[in-house]
């Protein structure tokens, strides 16, 4: 008895002993430490922060939604039940918006992936020139997020590595760093962009990927806006030396899927037909919604008086931008300028898959026009620059849109800024133009009256209130809860 | 039970042995109330005398007693003694009646079972037999009001839907609340089976047929628990199912049938009121230029009533057929069942096919080997409910705020896609129950083997293999005549879920008494477990045309998502636990296990939870005895450790997720990024529990009282805790604080009338607090921003504060004319919502939000009385909870006042210069109405008269007729009336289901009905 009674306990003894091996059981995933390796490690990484790109909260919908319903442009739809657009229409903006969290969100997540890669990526074992490549893609992407951070909110916290595995206090409550300082990291960021990516390129599945080209282009924007005229010329100017850019001859040959990442667009998110998750909502958002027609017509937001009554006669944009009949439906004028009618029926807007242009080689032009205003007046470059987008918008029609010519320095100005606005209408460009400039107060209350109230205060948004909840060390922008 | 058993076949052997042979014979037959069967074994005594028999094996009795007998007493294991006058009587026929508080009854406690009278935990008894006439899908519902301490909550009236049992309170904000489910020693975590076909959560517990369980254990406290180690902190289900039992064959025939029907009705507006509110709303919005849309509203009518379309009164069947049986070496039990209840919400129900069987064979005296299999297969139509639109448009929701003025088919015959002059997004409810088709299927196999062998006397070695497959399809198509499939070409989503879980274990007892004095009863174990899982979704898009539904998924031509998944985790573990019993006064269990778990960092892996109780049987001591005050005295002490390992697989792990970018519009460039931040220092949450606890028995065990005081305080909380998105990731999981729930449960039994008119009362009530000791100084804002409800924070996790603070505004009324100039400070105009400006800055914003109210109820009862009366039997079945709040979020858009949904009857009494009211704003298109507020925020108590049965056996004489055995017949009545002040639907309702930090939220959740079943029980 007593020899299969201690028999017993060894068998449980052996048993038990060869199961704890069963507890080491590794994820049926890669994952974070035992991942980037190889080349395609570093292609998967860069390629995971891209994808930020056409989130909702990105190009898909947020960033440039609140500069349409923000601006002078136009009014978020009054019946549309969504307190958070209507915040952006009345100037009424609380801290809790859920868009401004939502921008915010994903802007950090889109930082994070590219600190991973310009983290990890050096340590690979890979091409050179491709790792300069990536590099160089990350830089852009980071500068790109931050770029939109720091215009909407100021000051921002500045994270140039990802967090540890044991995530410390310091990596979670962040403060503020002084706009100069992001704005510098973001000059930084762009300067080593050109450096390491390409002119261009040549397989059709790598277009999309940020150029020598976005990276300039991006920069003298970044320039523009802290009013660096002279150094945004010339970056300017780089842009167009690079000889890769022109524009269409028709305007609405930007929005057609058959020539995107064509000639003139600088650089592009890039959207998918047919993808749910990678469809673009530009187009449903502007459609009117028409029962058996537009089904999928949102409708946020609709063309004000204002906007309308700006353009020129005889402007080819216009026509290209809105609509107010389909058919023997008729309605309200919309925006529907992204909507590619070769490659989509009305049924299959809710699937567009049109890319977002982020920056147009129109805008190149006329941001070197405004930079040579700026610097030292109207110069011939200058009225060159801005007759060419000009002179592309009479589309064939001589009679329509004069060259212009002898403008005082201010005129000039108003003229590029109108320009930019008849030029770049739902493009996410124009809320930025206002503050940029110092017209945001005059022209949203010239186009909204009573129902608009902005105040200087309003050249920033709130900071998202999760945020503030999460981190003691952030504070508020002056004037918002 | 067991000990009974083996009385009854002893008893067998003596049957009809006559002792003595009198003046007068009487005769009769005895058989158990509780399903009419004949009680073969009970004992017969003359009063007064020695004389006495038993009864036959077919519940016959006949006994010769002296003139002078006046009263005859009937006993028997297990069930309460009788006792009869004779009078001049030669037959008398006695129904005996189930003693559940029997001190000698076994209680099953996991790796082992004690006498009632030896335990040292709290543990409470259920008896299957004893809820028989309640229809219900899973074992889970029929706990709800029964057991103290156990607070069941049905989370979705949907057929099937997710029901939540939390066993003294929530320990946990995030790793689960509920218990540790132990079927016939298959140890699962309770499910909640994720939708993703638009449905409410599904009962995992509902593929589970409650027909074939027997009894259930609760094990509560500390002593009881830590024998289950990581897994016990949430308590223990024991679930023991039916076996067959030594004697004749026994056949059973069960049935029932009924009907189902809404119990309550939430008043909206016909088409004229609605299309007035319209246009007050945009006119009030912008008087100069508006145009109505609805010029003359009263030419509309009453226009469509959304809600009695999509309501129906719905049929609910049950049959049940079962053979059991066995000899002295030999015992089996095979049944088969079927199941079928439709849904009161057209197109949606449950059915369940069911079969099991079980076989027990002594080999000989040292070996004994034996194996349950049981196979259940469920179909599920479900209907989309809890959500607000979109893809899945719930249809509560739509049925309340869908256009009444639209006709539920346009002129063409086509059923209305929606109203393009609101929010377009609303889907008309009555195309989603018609023609969207969500169906999901469920196959389980739950089965087990075991060998017993007995090397010396008292010492048996245990070995068992258990598994639980299960398998899974959802299946659904949205065809595009519903709006949301409209603008996709039908969509169609195919999801597989596999599940399987192997466990070992073997186990080594010793039991032995020393003498009268000392009594030893102790198990040593290892057992290993083994879970994996893998899941399957695909969503297809852009069908050529609706004909083939989801069959035809080949054709179609976009796949926007599919996901799978695949995990696996591995617990081992070693466990002791002794009884010791000094002088059958003095009880001590100390108890330990050591669990390891794969689901940790390699720097917690294994934790060790040990438990220790005391108990002292007062009884048992001389001047309680003679006191003669009570007939039953127990005082028990327990302290231990249990854990909670419920967190996902790899949790620990910076998992890396893909993602798919398409450049130039070609084909997807595939990219990989860190999902999650992950955590090295992962570990369990172990709960620290006192218990002490008394058994009371009066008047002979008349009157029977349990009581118990807890205090647990779990540390080491699992919490994603949100973080800033600076770090580039919303959330972080970490052991980050503590938590205490404490309370006291009284547990009341009597037998208030015990002669031939017999009525039993069981009475329970238990009161639990909850409290967060420690959050390392965070406060976690409960978010919930849906597709369309954006109220933002609405719930706060907070140090010193109860899980289920609802968080928000403190509303005041609504601004009056009178009060413009205030108004117009905070934006607003009069006829606007008014709140309390806390920090009196004149804004209303983030910072005048405070703690509002509580999810949690104060208490919770059940109360039950059975009256009997020859061979009728009445039970009424009363319970509810108090003091709890619901957050009523329907009301947010039905009480907007924008006129883009429609709006509750309220809304007539809408604030208008001529009408001030002070609680119903003006009508205004731009009312700002989505700010978390008290005004949202309803009492959540009710009284439920649950279950009133009444149910008659068929007399003794008439069977032998017929050829039975017995057969009772019932009627039973469900939720037949419930007292509550909350407006929605029905006060048991949560739209996050099992969530612990997002109690008491009602947005269009499936209501539960109300229903009435007849049935049959006949034994062959």
Known sequence: ?481 | MKKRRLFVIMACLFAGFQLFSQQRTITGTVTDNSDGSTLPGVAILAKGTTNGTITDINGKYSLSVDESVKVLVFSFMGMRAEEREIGSLSMVNVRMENDNIGLDEVVVIGYGSVKRSDLTGAVSSVNMDDLKEMPATSFDKKLQGRVSGVQVTTLSGQPGGATSVKIRGGNSIMAGNEPLYVIDGILMESQQNFSWIGGPAENGLSSINPNDIESMEILKDASATAIYGARGANGVVIITTKKGKKGKDKITFSAYVGMQQKASSVDVMDATQYAKLYDEAGYNADPEEYTPLYPDPESLGEGTDWQKEIFRKAPIRNYQLSFSGGNEKTTYSVSGDYFSQEGIIVGSDFTRYSFRVSLDRQVNAKLKLGTSVGYNKTISNTVPTDTPGGFFPGVVNTALTFNPVLPVYDADGNFTLTDPNADAWLDNPVAVTRIVDAVSNINRVLGNIYLEYEFIKDLKFRTSLAGDIYHQTQDMYTPRTVYSGSFNGGQARFATTDLQTILAENTLSYNKKFGDIHQINAVVGFTFQNNKSRSFIDIATNFPNDVLGYYGIENAEDFPSIYASNAESAIVSYLGRVNYNLKEKYLLTVTGRVDGSSRFGSNNRYAFFPSVALAWRLIQEDFIKESGVFSDLKLRVSYGKSGNDRISDYAYIRTIGGTTYFFNGGSPASGFAPQVPGNDNLKWETTNQFDVGMDMGFLDSRISLTTDYYYKKTVDLLYNSEIPYTTGYPVYLENIGSMKNSGVEFSLRTANLVNAFKWNTDFNISFNRNQILDLGGKTLYVNNDTYKLKIGTWSVIQEGEQMGSFYGLEADGIWQLDQAAEAAIYGNEPGDFKYIDQNHDGVIDANDRKIIGHALPKFFWGLNNTFSYRNLTLDVFIQGQHGNQILNSNRFEMESGNGLSNASTDMLDRWTPDNPSNEYARANRNADYLKMSDRYLEDGSYVRIKLITLSYNLPTKWMSALKIDNARFYVTGENLLTFTKYTGFDPEVSRFGFDNTRMGYDYGGYPSAKSYIIGVIMNF
């Open chain 1, 1 to 481: 008895m007593k020899k299969t009674f201690i028999f017993t306990v060894i068998l449980i003894m052996l048993f038990s002993w060869s199961c704890t091996k069963q507890l080491e059981l590794e994820p049926h995933k890669i994952y974070y430490d035992n991942f980037y390796q190889s080349e395609q490690d570093a292609v998967s990484a860069i390629n995971a922060t891209y994808s930020l790109l056409t989130y909702v909260n990105q190009y898909n919908s947020y960033l440039w939604l609140i500069q349409d319903v923000g601006s002078d442009d136009c009014n978020a739809r009054e019946s549309l039940n969504d307190p958070n657009i209507h915040q952006f229409n009345d100037y009424n903006l609380q801290s809790t918006n859920t868009y401004l969290q939502g921008i915010w969100q994903g802007s950090y997540l889109g930082i994070s992936r590219a600190n991973i890669v310009l983290q990890k990526v050096p340590d690979i074992k890979m091409d050179s020139t491709k790792k300069a490549q990536i590099l160089g893609e990350a830089r852009f992407l980071r500068g790109l997020f931050y770029f939109n951070l720091v215009r909407l909110f100021g000051d921002v916290p500045l994270v140039l590595t990802p967090i540890s595995s044991d995530l410390t206090d310091e990596e979670v409550y962040l403060k503020r760093t002084d706009k100069s300082l992001v704005y510098d990291q973001i000059i930084e960021d762009f300067t080593l962009a050109a450096q390491g990516c390409p002119k261009a390129y040549y397989q059709s599945t790598e277009k999309g990927r940020a150029t020598k080209g976005a990276a300039l282009g991006m920069l003298a924007k970044t320039q523009l806006t802290l009013k660096q005229w002279d150094q945004a010329a010339s970056t300017c100017n780089q842009v167009m030396d690079l000889g890769v850019y022109d524009l269409w001859a028709d305007y609405t040959d930007n929005f057609k899927d058959a020539r995107r990442n064509g000639k003139e667009s600088v650089f592009a998110a890039q959207f998918y037909k047919g993808e749910t998750s990678q469809n673009n909502q530009i187009v449903i958002s502007g459609l009117p919604f028409v029962q058996g027609v537009f089904n999928a017509g949102v409708e946020i937001m609709l063309p004000t008086e204002d906007l309308l009554n700006s353009f020129e006669e005889g402007d080819y944009r216009k026509e290209a931008t809105f609509f107010d009949h389909y058919w023997y439906d008729t309605f309200d004028p919309h925006i529907y300028k992204h909507w590619d009618q070769d490659a989509y029926d009305a049924e299959e807007t809710a699937q567009c898959g049109s890319n977002f242009d982020v920056m147009r080689y129109s805008e190149v032009l006329l941001m070197y026009a405004e930079a040579l205003n700026e610097a030292s007046g109207p110069t011939s470059e200058a009225y060159t620059a801005i007759n060419q987008v000009r002179a592309r918008a009479r589309n064939g029609n001589p009679d329509v849109l004069p060259d212009l010519q002898g403008l005082s320095q201010d005129d000039f100005r108003t003229a590029v800024l109108h320009e930019r606005r008849m030029e770049f209408v739902n493009e996410g460009i124009r809320w930025y133009d206002l503050v940029r400039t110092g017209k945001l107060i005059e022209y949203v209350k010239r186009a909204k009256g009573d129902k608009a109230n902005p105040q200087t205060f309003n050249y920033v948004f709130p900071i998202p209130q999760r945020e503030l909840d999460n981190n003691h060390n952030l504070t508020q922008n002056p004037n918002y809860q």
